[in-house]
T-cell receptor, first 115, second 112 residues
Framework: SAVISQKPSRDICQRGTSLTIQCQVDSQVTMMFWYRQQPGQSLTLIATANQGSEATYESGFVIDKFPISRPNLTFSTLTVSNMSPEDSSIYLC????????????FGQGTRLTVV | SQQGEEDPQALSIQEGENATMNCSYKTSINNLQWYRQNSGRGLVHLILIRSNEREKHSGRLRVTLDTSKKSSSLLITASRAADTASYFCATDAGYNTDKLIFGTGTRLQVFP
């Protein structure tokens, strides 16, 4: 089973600043996913992080706001840029259990509060 | 867009009772999964049921799937206080993709 280390686990940030969330996987994976979970809500997919190419963003999410890096097959970062209180959420990274399978492992999440 | 709607939104029961959560989805699926989330932390995969299966068991978990009604249910038998968590159904986002679409979730509270 994959072990995913996500950090920071939580942060309180000032509006207008940016926060970069890191996700480290203990094995090589082709795809990594980034989700947002707004307070009391379900998970919404932000983007798919592909190694060696630009991330693929879902409708309603743009690269300028959520730039993603994927420098290698075990690591990815998500930056939440120019934050506002509406960005207060839990952000989670995820990897498929196995290539071509949809069951997923999740990081422990980053609880972000923007004040 | 949200694929699954779950009900109830919240459920409170006593230890030893059974908990049933329901999930409805909108489009054709290859499989449906259930995940558990403790206190807003990471999700843990519980069970997967394929579109050609009707029922699946794993320990105290029983999942059913009715593709004609586009619905699934998760039954936790003999619940424990440690089962207190949020439970989400998730469906694959389409053919040949690893993306998941999550339901709205059920918050389960099990009282000792």
């Amino acid at each position: 089973s994959a072990v995913i280390s996500q950090k920071p686990s939580r942060d309180i940030c000032q509006r207008g600043t940016s926060l970069t969330i890191q996700c480290q996987v203990d094995s090589q994976v082709t795809m990594m996913f980034w989700y947002r979970q707004q307070p009391g809500q379900s998970l919404t997919l932000i983007a798919t992080a592909n190694q060696g190419s630009e991330a693929t963003y879902e409708s309603g999410f743009v690269i300028d706001k959520f730039p993603i890096s994927r420098p290698n097959l075990t690591f990815s970062t998500l930056t939440v840029s120019n934050m506002s209180p509406e960005d207060s959420s839990i952000y989670l990274c995820s990897v498929p259990r196995r290539q071509g399978r949809t069951e997923a492992f999740f990081g422990q999440g980053t609880r972000l509060t923007v004040v | 867009s949200q694929q699954g709607e779950e009900d109830p939104q919240a459920l409170s029961i006593q230890e030893g009772e059974n908990a049933t959560m329901n999930c409805s989805y909108k489009t054709s699926i290859n499989n449906l999964q259930w995940y558990r989330q403790n206190s807003g932390r990471g999700l843990v995969h519980l069970i997967l049921i394929r579109s050609n299966e009707r029922e699946k068991h794993s320990g105290r978990l029983r999942v059913t799937l009715d593709t004609s009604k586009k619905s699934s249910s998760l039954l936790i038998t003999a619940s424990r206080a440690a089962d207190t968590a949020s439970y989400f159904c998730a469906t694959d986002a389409g053919y040949n993709t690893d993306k998941l679409i999550f339901g709205t979730g059920t918050r389960l509270q099990v009282f000792p």
